[in-house]
T-cell receptor, first 117, second 112 residues
Framework: AQKITQTQPGMFVQEKEAVTLDCTYDTSDPSYGLFWYKQPSSGEMIFLIYQGSYDQQNATEGRYSLNFQKARKSANLVISASQLGDSAMYFCAMREIQGGGADGLTFGKGTHLIIQP | EAQVTQNPRYLITVTGKKLTVTCSQNMNHEYMSWYRQDPGLGLRQIYYSMNVEVTDKGDVPEGYKVSRKEKRNFPLILESPSPNQTSLYFC???????????FGDGTRLSIL
């Protein structure tokens, strides 16, 4: 079973609208971290936001916020007031702290977001 | 400036010719990792290192080797590259398990 599922392969959004990118995860580890990364067409991976499994409040970083619903195992990224420069691939990732497998980030397959003027 | 530096950025080579992709970080991070990115598959971890002289396999380690002789460097070695190792490779580092990983700019390898 996939550990990270991003159900939206691609999205078109009008500039200035808010965007929600979906991410669900699967883990039995009580301690984990959830991350979102942005990959523009130039290829680099840019860290956006982090949510810890024990964090009581949803994480926010500027125009980015993470809608963390632990019981539903979802960690959706919300981008407010989208801009043309937000067009990119977006990856959700998880790191299990006590997991018995390989340590490191497990990534979803990504959502290709295109912001239209 | 805090950064992870990979070299080379691009490489086209032939099957069987040993190659090394270097990775260096200047943030004194203990944790370093290599990923490969392939279309439709996202990023998958190849190897990781928790500290100097401590390395372990990720999800797709076959055909790769790594070493961690110094804290700042974590080279990826392809002893006998094959076409199925054509991919975009990323090195990453972090200061701890719940800290975000900082990625290098990527190395695009083409094995003919």
């Amino acid at each position: 079973a996939q550990k990270i599922t991003q159900t939206q392969p691609g999205m078109f959004v009008q500039e200035k609208e808010a965007v929600t990118l979906d991410c669900t995860y699967d883990t039995s580890d009580p301690s984990y971290g959830l991350f979102w990364y942005k990959q523009p067409s130039s290829g680099e991976m840019i860290f956006l936001i982090y949510q810890g499994s024990y964090d009581q409040q949803n994480a926010t970083e500027g125009r980015y916020s993470l809608n963390f619903q632990k019981a539903r195992k979802s960690a959706n990224l919300v981008i407010s007031a989208s801009q043309l420069g937000d067009s990119a691939m977006y990856f959700c990732a998880m790191r299990e702290i006590q997991g018995g497998g390989a340590d490191g980030l497990t990534f979803g397959k990504g959502t290709h977001l295109i912001i239209q003027p | 400036e805090a950064q992870v530096t990979q070299n080379p950025r691009y490489l086209i080579t032939v099957t069987g010719k040993k190659l090394t992709v270097t990775c260096s970080q200047n943030m004194n991070h203990e944790y370093m990792s290599w990923y490969r990115q392939d279309p439709g598959l996202g990023l998958r971890q190849i190897y990781y290192s928790m500290n100097v002289e401590v390395t372990d396999k990720g999800d797709v380690p076959e055909g790769y080797k790594v070493s961690r002789k110094e804290k700042r460097n974590f080279p990826l070695i392809l002893e006998s590259p094959s076409p199925n190792q054509t991919s975009l490779y990323f090195c990453a580092s972090s200061s701890g398990q719940v800290q975000p990983q900082h990625f290098g700019d990527g190395t695009r390898l083409s094995i003919l």
